[in-house]
């Protein structure tokens, strides 16, 4: 105990920081009306601003929680200028949201588009390298719907809003394809040893292969293959 109080340790400042007591029912106070600020906002953006986000909607969010913030427990920092911040942000949100439902070249500027990642069973590449996904976490995503191998998916598409939604093979169209569960990608090979068929790893194309030491994959020229399975989907 004598250390910290030769250290200038203080509870007050500890708990208080550069404020007095006086201030904590002021803090309630900001707190209710910054929060019924919050309330009325969001009230106004509708279920579209709270569900799941866009990037744009989550840029909205962000900043009014960050308007919200400071004046809550921060006595310098004054209601009226954070409240100009809400209406200032809730208004663009409406003008913008107004000018992406007029205009699809602002709506893909803002919003961006849904791109396709699966196509018949194969990633398409291009689009699946600009988006900032891990093919693990892809994986991971398809996993949690039931999926074992891409020959189940006839596309997946990953939304504006990050969802990915995928559309499944009827079970007597369903195919080879690559296996996604993680003990099958520990298989990986460079080495064809029997007749069988095989997916590539970084693509997902799937063809029949016949025995050999090495063998490029016709669509991205990769040489790592693991054996597929044209397992049904099980639900």
Not at 34 to 59: A, D, H, W, Y
Not at 71 to 97: H, N, R
Not at 168 to 174: A, N, S, T
Request: hydrophobic share 45%.
């Amino acid at each position: 105990m004598y250390l910290l109080q030769s250290q200038g340790f203080s509870w007050q400042q500890l708990l208080l920081g550069s404020e007095e007591w006086s201030f904590l029912p002021e803090t309630v106070f900001r707190s209710l009306i910054m929060f019924s600020v919050i309330l009325t906002s969001l009230s106004i953006l509708g279920k579209r601003g709270v569900k799941q986000l866009s990037v744009f909607e989550l840029v909205v969010i962000i900043g009014l929680g960050s308007a919200a913030g400071d004046p809550m427990f921060y006595k310098d920092v004054g209601l009226l200028p954070a409240i100009i911040v809400f209406i200032m942000v809730t208004s663009l949100y409406m003008l913008v949201t107004h000018l992406v439902g007029k205009n699809k070249k602002i709506e893909h500027l803002v919003e961006g588009k849904a791109v396709c990642l699966v196509e018949e069973g194969k990633f398409a590449i291009q689009n699946f390298e600009k988006e900032p996904l891990g093919q693990d976490e892809f994986f991971a995503e398809l996993r949690l719907r039931g999926v074992s191998q891409l020959g189940q998916v006839e596309k997946a598409i990953i939304e504006t809003n990050g969802g990915i939604s995928i559309f499944f093979y009827e079970d007597k169209d369903v195919h080879f394809g690559l296996p996604i569960m993680p003990d099958s990608l520990l298989k990986q090979t460079k080495k064809i040893s029997t007749a069988a068929y095989y997916a590539c790893v970084f693509c997902g194309y799937t063809e029949k292969l016949q025995p050999a030491s090495k063998h490029a994959c016709p669509e991205c020229k990769k040489d790592q293959w693991v054996q597929a399975n044209n397992k049904k989907r099980v639900r």
